[in-house]
Nanobody, 120 residues
Framework: QVLLVESGGGLVQAGGSLRLSCAAS????????MGWFRQAPGKEREFVAS????????YYADSVKGRFTISRDNAKNTVYLQMSGLKPEDTAVYYC?????????????WGQGTQVTVSS
């Protein structure tokens, strides 16, 4: 099983940018498609973006398309989420996970997440 640790969240004004990181343990990281999810207060966790094993293919939720960019560095066992043009509705705890399509492959396992707060 891959262990995941998210970081990089914080408080930012609307229109600002943040880069989230997700560090994974294990030597098989490059075998997994990875994704980012988020959960806002009082809402269900939702898909944000995914990237395939080699990093050549990405997919985004409509709500973040054109503003967020997912990438990965398999040598560092890390997946990133570059967020720009942030909006108050992007406020949430962000999590990474192994994905199958746009769903978490391990829905019962989540890291601690990283809080993103966007002020208006």
């Amino acid at each position: 099983q891959v262990l995941l640790v998210e970081s990089g969240g914080g408080l930012v004004q609307a229109g600002g940018s943040l880069r989230l990181s997700c560090a994974a343990s294990g030597r098989t990281f490059s075998m997994y498609n990875m994704g980012w999810f988020r959960q806002a207060p009082g809402k269900e966790r939702e898909f944000v973006a995914s990237i395939n094993r080699g990093g050549s293919s990405t997919y985004y939720a409509d709500s973040v398309k054109g503003r967020f960019t997912i990438s990965r560095d398999n040598a560092k066992n890390t997946v990133y989420l570059q967020m720009s043009g942030l909006k108050p509705e992007d406020t949430a705890v962000y999590y990474c996970n192994v994905v199958a399509g746009n769903r978490p492959a391990y829905p019962d396992y989540w890291g601690q997440g990283t809080q993103v707060t966007v002020s208006s």
